[in-house]
Nanobody, 115 residues
Framework: QVQLVESGGGLVQPGGSLQLSCAAS????????MGWYRQPPGKQRELVAS???????SYADSVKGRFTISRDNAKTLVYLQMNSLKPDDTAVYYC?????????WGQGTQVTVSS
C-alpha cells in the first residue's frame, strides 16, 4: 500500500506560478513511475507529467516548456513546478504513483488560474 498526500494548490493569476508537492509513504520501494494528472471542470482526467524511477520525464504537449516535474533522491516526494499558468490550466490536480500491479492516487488539489 502507498499513501499519497498532495499540497500546494490554490488561486493564481494568469502568468503566475505554483508548485505542487506530493509525499508518498508506505511501500514506496515498488513505485515504478510518479506523475501528475489533472481533471478540468466537465472534462476527463489527463496526464500532465510523469517521471520514471530512472528519472526519465514526459509531459503533455499543452504544458511543455511551462511545467517541470521533479522528485527527491529518496523517490518519495514528487513536485510539479507550474509557470506561465493559463486559465486553461484550471483543474483538480492528482498525484499518481504506479506500481507493477496497480496505481495509487492522491486526493487531489484544486488549481484555479483566474484574474
Amino acid at each position: 500500500q502507498v499513501q499519497l498526500v498532495e499540497s500546494g494548490g490554490g488561486l493564481v493569476q494568469p502568468g503566475g506560478s505554483l508548485q505542487l508537492s506530493c509525499a508518498a509513504s508506505g511501500s514506496t520501494n515498488s513505485i515504478v513511475t510518479m506523475g501528475w494528472y489533472r481533471q478540468p471542470p466537465g472534462k476527463q482526467r489527463e496526464l500532465v507529467a510523469s517521471i520514471t524511477r530512472s528519472g526519465i520525464t514526459s509531459y503533455a504537449d499543452s504544458v511543455k516548456g511551462r511545467f517541470t516535474i521533479s522528485r527527491d533522491n529518496a523517490k518519495t516526494l514528487v513536485y510539479l513546478q507550474m509557470n506561465s499558468l493559463k486559465p486553461d490550466d484550471t483543474a483538480v490536480y492528482y498525484c499518481q504513483v504506479q506500481e507493477p500491479l496497480r496505481p495509487y492516487w492522491g486526493q487531489g488539489t484544486q488549481v484555479t488560474v483566474s484574474s
